[in-house]
């Protein structure tokens, strides 16, 4: 009796891992690709309100046919995370935590909406204001680069604030429908280091 208990405790374990798992990496159908209104909320001390950090990044169908191939996202090695620093003390952090995708064959062309979560934390250096997160998308095929596009994402820093949650989406992404060997890459980019001097 205790084997076949803890067998199905095990089955259903399992199973809650495995959708978890999919909602992350996976297209949601028809849900806005907008950041959700109470993702934007903030309680009166400038906070996230709760379900604003629970809300998954979903992104949703544009016209068009199911694509047979969605390929999927990656954060580079290196450039999930962006730091900026005030001397020795932290100005701000932010972190890419997860991505999705949702793809359509649109007008013959393979049309994917690439989103993008993460979370920004101010630090001991930070001063009230605003800041733009520079991310980039991009898309690699066989010949190289297919796409590339450099988007900024405006966030509120608040001294003295816990982490906030971001989405980023960029929905311009159209590559050729046939196109199957496509890697597609997001990351923080801040461009080529300017010489000192």
């Known amino acids: 009796m205790h084997i076949v208990s803890a067998m199905r ?33 903030q309680t009166a001390d400038g906070q996230p309100e709760a379900s604003a950090m629970r809300a998954p990044v979903m992104v949703a169908h544009e016209d068009g046919t199911e694509a047979p191939y969605c390929p999927p996202v990656s954060i580079r090695e290196g450039t999930g995370t962006l730091q900026k620093q005030v001397g020795e003390a932290l100005d701000y ?15 013959g062309k393979l049309k994917i909406a690439v989103g993008v979560e993460g979370r920004v934390m101010p630090g001991r250096a930070a001063k009230d204001r605003t800041v733009n997160l520079p991310i980039r998308i991009a ?15 405006p966030e509120v820093i608040k001294k003295g604030a816990s982490a906030k949650l971001f989405r ?24 080529p280091t300017k010489p000192e001097g």
């Open 139 to 153: 898309v690699l095929g066989q010949s190289g680069v297919v796409y590339s596009h450099l988007g900024n994402q």
């Open 93 to 107: 952090q932010a972190v890419l935590v997860k991505t999705t995708r949702d793809c359509k064959i649109v007008n």
């Open 9 to 41: 405790n095990l089955s259903v374990a399992a199973l809650a891992a495995a959708l978890a798992a999919c909602s992350t990496t996976s297209a949601t159908n028809d849900v806005s690709l907008d950041p959700p209104k109470d993702a934007l909320t």
């Open 168 to 191: 980023y989406v960029d929905k311009d992404v159209a590559v050729d429908a046939a196109s199957t060997s496509i890697v597609i890459y997001a990351g923080f980019d801040e461009g």
